[in-house]
């Protein structure tokens, strides 16, 4: 096993999250806006191919955005083909790819094992094909997992957590892992709307294993999990309201010891820049 010093990515307070599908149709224009807007990051989720073809353009139109998988699945992209987009892409734009790795969920994949050990096989084959520890980092939700990704990457990118969960990852991880926790928000101050949009994208969520577990750890009941989800559980993991409502929420977790929270706004795409603008003010970051 390779023993490579970590330090820890510097991507901004907050970044952005979306499916690697949605930031695709983006013109050069919009992605220019999310960085003139001080965004430091835009966080790729979806389990994309190892091959991250897609990684490329975006980084081709900006100057400084980086780019964080949120997260390659090690169950369908294998590590050879993954390092080596990595060491491309790393090549030609040194610095702005983070690459985010992941065990997906035990409901989706048949040849399922523990995932601690799947992880350390593959981050082991990371090492071997010269991924520097300082430019991975692991979907960790619980104890074990959140200390490995301190022990063997720059740290952890939990998803669909609060910012209580921050504060408990935080004391896991120690002051030098990278933590960059994902939050959902919805710009409106209607609760009920807020409440139905939530749902609707959180519903997946509510049938796997590891988050379900996870909200049970942060004390969540059987209930309030039951689906649709109770509007105890809705309010913490979507933020919604004002705008000053909404950026006093992902400052939550950066109060908890976030380094960077990528922000999912559920909106539509034409929408999600003007979205992104309205808050950059409030975040401190216009």
């Known amino acids: 096993m390779t023993d490579i010093t970590s330090t820890k990515p510097d991507l901004g307070p907050f970044g952005v999250f979306g499916h690697y599908s949605q930031f695709q149709p ?5 992605l220019r806006d999310i960085e003139a807007l001080g965004y430091g990051a835009i966080w790729a989720g979806g389990s994309p191919p190892a091959e991250l073809d897609w990684v490329d353009p975006i980084l081709a139109e900006t100057a400084k955005l980086q780019l964080a998988t949120g997260i390659v699945n090690i169950w369908t992209a294998a590590a050879g083909p993954v390092s080596e987009s990595f060491h491309r892409i790393d090549k030609a734009y040194p ?12 409901e989706a994949i048949d040849d399922y094992r523990k995932p601690i050990d799947a992880l350390n096989d593959y981050l082991d084959k990371l090492d071997e094909y010269g991924v520097p520890k300082d430019r991975r980092v692991v979907a960790a939700l619980g104890p074990k997992v959140l200390k490995l990704s301190a022990d063997r990457s720059a740290g952890a ?9 921050t504060a408990q990852a935080r004391e896991i991880l120690g002051p030098d892992a990278f933590l960059a926790p994902e939050h959902k928000v919805v710009l409106t101050t209607d609760a009920e709307q807020a409440r139905a949009v939530g749902r609707k994208a959180l519903d997946l969520y509510l049938g796997l294993t590891n988050y379900l577990n996870n909200f049970k750890r942060l004390g969540f009941t059987a209930e309030n999990l039951a689906k649709p989800g109770s509007d105890r559980f809705i309010d913490a993991v979507v933020a919604y309201g004002t705008i000053e409502d909404v950026a006093a929420r992902l400052k939550q977790h950066r109060q908890a010891g976030a380094d960077h929270v990528p922000v999912q706004v559920l909106t539509s795409p034409e929408k999600l820049v003007p979205a992104l603008a309205e808050l950059a003010g409030p975040l401190g970051l216009a």
């Open 157 to 165: 990118h939990p998803y669909l957590t609060t910012p209580e969960h």
């Open 26 to 30: 983006l013109s050069p224009q919009q």
């Open 95 to 106: 610095g702005r790819f983070l690459l985010g790795i992941g065990v997906g969920h035990r």
